[in-house]
């Protein structure tokens, strides 16, 4: 099986942090391919910024090619695809959710928006 996964998801997995469900962690470890849109990358990075430690970023890098990965980029598909998702989602959403409708994938996510929004967003 593929699936996409948000950001908090993918950076919880990658560190370890509790926060992540059982099932989410599962769903990483065991699927065929885990599906990371891009703007999931700048979000990190983000993250990492705004708490000082951009420094980290080139090894959470590193971890990805380690693992079976596909980052899926921000191109014409993804931003056609968002036309069809509510405005009233966040931007980095919508692009989140276009990516997995596209792979016709589960979403896993925690995020109480994305999972009103895309039925098939698991946690």
């Not at 596909?70 to 931007?91: F, N």
């Not at 959403?93 to 996510?109: E, G, Y």
């Amino acid at each position: 099986m593929e699936i996409v996964v948000d950001s908090h998801t993918l950076f919880w997995f990658l560190t370890n942090n509790p926060k992540l469900s059982a099932k989410a962690k599962r769903l990483i470890e065991t699927s065929e391919k885990v599906i990371i849109p891009s703007i999931v990358l700048m979000e990190i990075l983000y993250l990492l910024e705004k708490n000082n430690l951009s420094y980290q970023f080139v090894e959470f890098l590193s971890e990805l090619k380690i693992r079976n990965y596909l980052v899926y980029p921000l191109d014409l598909k993804v931003i056609a695809q968002t036309l069809g998702i509510s405005s009233g989602l966040e931007m980095h959403d919508r692009l989140i959710i276009a990516t997995a409708q596209i792979f016709n994938s589960p979403l896993i996510s925690k995020d109480t928006q994305i999972k009103n929004y895309y039925l098939r967003t698991i946690w």
